[in-house]
Structures are given as structure tokens and as C-alpha cells.
């Protein structure tokens, strides 16, 4: 079995990035200082009880939470950030190339959740303005299935392509830095 993110995250807490800084304090749960509109920084926290709560939380809102027509992301909140957002992260994405455009994030979310649980995901446009999606995976082993299952699959209007974030091998090879060092130290 493969590596997990879950050790790194607080599954109990749900994170909500991207909200829009000029949404008015009125649409926005935080402490703000109503006398400065400007006074949150884009992203807020949900705490729950359980792991079950923010899970059914999550499942409900993680298209549905908007700002002035702007959607906001919503995840589980990061307990080590380097971990979840640094090189070691890269092992649990893959990238989906010739993606049809008419394919957003919520329809990207639904056709890659058929290989496990999906942290989050994304749709973007690279330098080259190829429209691409990306799916970081709670486990290694989701990266491996949807590579498997998904791979040169008739999606959409096109063909895609599924591989490994090119980037991945960059957390297996500093884990195992890490790991000679730590033995040469002992």
C-alpha cells in the first residue's frame, strides 16, 4: 500500500481559499473589522467535531461556496503545510493533458473521484495555452488507478492523457535523501 496525505491533514477542519477579498464582510463568516473591508486575507477555516462532519460538509459545499459569482475552494485543512503543498505532495497528483474545454473543475472532480478520494482539484492553461487538469489524491495508490483507468480514455471531445505529475519523483528522491542522512547521522 501506498503513501497517504491523511497524516498531514486535520480531517476535521475544512479550509476555504480564493474567497474574494472585495466580498463584502456581511457574505463572509470571520472576524472582521467591519471598519476595514480589506481586513480579511481570502480564506477562512471550518471547524467541526468529527472527521465525519467536515467529510459530509465537505461533500455537500465543495462546488457551492461562492462569492460575488466567484467560486471558493474548499479542502481539508493543512496540519503541515510543507508536506501537503511541497515536493512531497507531487506523488499524489497526476495531470490530465488534452483536456476538452468544456470540462470544468466539478466535472473533472466527478469522473477522477472513480479512483479514490480527491484532495482537491484543478483545471488551468499552461504557457503553451494547452488547457490541462490537475487531481492531487489523498493516496498513492488513487494516482495509480487513474493512470491505469483513465489513461488514453475518450473523455469528453478528446482522447486524454494521464501520468504522474513530472514532478514526483522529486518526493521519492528527497525521502530518500532523508533517510541516508538520518543513517549516516546514527
Known amino acids: 500500500m501506498g503513501d497517504s496525505l491523511r497524516p498531514y491533514l486535520k480531517m476535521q477542519n475544512l479550509f476555504c481559499r480564493d474567497i474574494d477579498r472585495n466580498a463584502s464582510p456581511s457574505l463572509v463568516v470571520l ?57 512531497f505532495s507531487l506523488k499524489f497528483q497526476i495531470i490530465i493533458k488534452n483536456l476538452s474545454e468544456e470540462v470544468d473543475v466539478e466535472m473533472l472532480y466527478d469522473f477522477f473521484s472513480q479512483f479514490g478520494e480527491i484532495y482537491q482539484c484543478k483545471t488551468d492553461t499552461d504557457l503553451y495555452h494547452q488547457y490541462f487538469g490537475q487531481v492531487t489524491y489523498m493516496d498513492e495508490d488513487s494516482v495509480e488507478a487513474a493512470v491505469a483507468g483513465a489513461n488514453q480514455t475518450r473523455w469528453q471531445s478528446s482522447v486524454i492523457v494521464v501520468e504522474p505529475h513530472h514532478k514526483a519523483h ?11 542522512l538520518v543513517e549516516e547521522l546514527l
Open 31 to 87: 472576524p472582521i473589522d467591519h471598519n476595514n473591508p480589506n481586513s480579511h486575507i481570502g480564506s477562512a477555516y471550518l471547524n467541526y467535531n468529527t472527521h465525519d462532519e467536515a467529510k459530509k460538509a465537505l461533500t455537500k459545499y465543495r462546488f457551492a461556496v461562492v462569492f460575488n459569482g466567484h467560486p471558493a475552494k474548499l479542502m481539508y485543512s493543512a496540519l503541515d503545510k510543507d508536506r501537503v503543498f511541497g515536493p
Open 170 to 180: 522529486l518526493a521519492h528522491t528527497a525521502a530518500r535523501l532523508v533517510k541516508t
